[in-house]
C-alpha cells in the first residue's frame, strides 16, 4: 500500500475543533431544556442566585453576556451579602425586599435567554437587553436596600 504524498490527511486537532463547533451550540441548548425546569422544580421556584449568576459568568465567554454587566450584578450581590450580614450580626434579621424577588426573576430570564442566544436560538441581541434590564434592576434593587440600611443596622426595621 503506497500513500500519495499530494493528499493529505486531516488534521485531527482541526477535525475535532471543527465537530466540537459544530456541536456546542445543541449541547449547550440541549443543557438549558432538561435543565432549567428541573432547577425550578428542585427549588420550589426560582433557582439558586449563585447557580444565575455562575451561569451569567459563563456566558461572557460565549460572547453574549458583556462583562461589565455581569461584574455589575456580582458586585451588588456581594455589597448586599455583607449587608445583611452586618445586620445579622446585630441581631436583625434582613429579608428580601420585593425588588430584590424581582431582580433575581429578571436574572433568571436573562441567564436562559442568553444562554439560548448563545445556542444559537436567535442571532438578534436579546440576550443584551434583556441583561442590561437584570442589570438596571439589580442596581435599583441594591440601593433600594442601601436607602434601608441606616435604619436596619441601628436595629429599628427595614420597613418601606
Sequence with gaps: MTTDPSVQR??????????????????????????????????????????????LVMLIAEGVAPAWMIAAIVAREI???GLRLAALERGVVMGARDLGKLKTWVQTAAAIIAGLQAAGAWDADVAWWVLLAATLLTWISGLDYARVAPRVLRGEGATS
Design 10 to 55: 486531516p488534521d485531527r486537532r482541526r477535525t475535532v475543533a471543527n465537530y466540537l463547533a459544530l456541536t456546542k451550540p445543541r449541547i449547550i441548548e440541549l443543557l438549558l431544556v432538561t435543565t432549567v425546569p428541573v432547577m425550578f422544580l428542585a427549588e420550589g421556584g426560582v433557582p439558586s442566585l449563585w447557580l444565575v449568576l455562575a451561569t
Design 79 to 81: 455589597a448586599v451579602s
